[in-house]
C-alpha cells in the first residue's frame, strides 16, 4: 500500500482514480478548493483536504504532501480567463512539484494533453493557446527537477465508459474516456518503468497494464 496525493481531487479524472487507487488498497487524500465537495470525495474512499492552490505557498502544500509516496496533478484552471489558466495550470502546477520534492516525495505524474510542449503549434489567437502555454511550461519544469516523473498525455476526453485498453503513441487521432485515464493514472503508479517517461494515448485494444510498461 502506498499514500497518493491527488490534486484537482474533485475532476472527473481524478474522482474515478481516487476510487480506483483506493480499491486497489491504497491510501489516497484528494486536494480540494470548496469545502462543500467533501462528500464526494469520501464517498469514493479518498481523504478530503481543502486548499486553494492558487493562494496556498510551497510550504502549505509540503505540509500536506508530507508522508505521501506519490502526487497525481490532475487540477485545472477549466478554461476560465487566461491569467486564471496561467495560475492555475502553470504556477500552482510548478508550486506542488517543488512543494512534492521539499515534502520527500519520490513520484509525481501529471496529467497533461496529446501533443503538448513548447511546440504545440497553437496560435497565440487561440483560446486554447494559455492552457498550451502553460502545460508547455509546466511539463518541461517537472522534466527538469529529479522526481519520479510520468507525463500522461490523453488525447480529446469522453465520458464514455471505461474499458481497460488503450493505445499508446498512436498514429491517428481520436478520443480517451476519462475513466481510462484515471486507470492509466493507477498503471503507471505501479509500473516503474513508467517513470521519466511521457505517455501519449487514445482509446485503444491493448489492455492498459501492457500498453504503459516499457517496451
Not at 474515478?16 to 469520501?42: C, F, M, W, Y
Not at 502546477?93 to 515534502?103: G, L, Q, R, V
Not at 517537472?142 to 499508446?168: A, F, H
Not at 498503471?187 to 482509446?203: G, H, M, N
Amino acid at each position: 500500500m502506498s499514500r497518493v496525493a491527488i490534486v484537482g481531487g474533485h475532476g472527473k479524472i481524478a474522482l474515478q482514480a481516487a476510487e480506483i487507487l483506493n480499491g486497489d488498497g491504497h491510501e489516497v487524500t484528494s486536494l480540494i478548493r470548496k469545502p462543500e465537495q467533501r462528500a464526494d470525495i469520501e464517498e469514493v474512499g479518498a481523504t478530503p483536504s481543502i486548499i486553494d492552490l492558487e493562494s496556498a505557498s510551497q510550504d502549505e502544500l509540503a505540509d500536506v504532501f508530507k508522508g505521501h509516496d506519490a502526487v497525481v496533478f490532475s487540477a485545472g484552471a477549466g478554461g476560465g480567463s487566461p491569467e486564471r489558466t496561467y495560475a492555475v495550470d502553470r504556477d500552482a502546477a510548478i508550486k506542488t512539484m517543488d512543494a512534492a520534492k521539499a515534502a520527500g516525495v519520490e513520484r509525481y505524474v501529471m496529467v497533461s494533453y496529446m501533443g503538448a510542449g513548447p511546440d504545440h503549434g497553437v496560435p497565440e489567437d487561440d483560446a486554447f493557446f494559455p492552457y498550451a502555454e502553460s502545460k508547455a511550461a509546466a511539463d518541461s519544469h517537472l522534466k527538469d527537477t529529479d522526481l519520479g516523473w510520468t507525463i500522461l498525455g490523453p488525447s480529446m476526453l469522453s465520458d464514455d465508459p471505461r474499458t481497460g485498453k488503450i493505445q499508446v503513441d498512436p498514429s491517428e487521432s481520436g478520443s480517451v474516456s476519462r475513466g481510462n485515464v484515471a486507470q492509466v493514472i493507477a498503471a503507471v503508479l505501479a509500473d516503474d518503468s513508467t517513470v521519466r517517461r511521457t505517455i501519449e494515448f487514445i482509446d485503444g485494444d491493448t489492455p492498459i497494464k501492457d500498453a504503459v510498461a516499457a517496451k
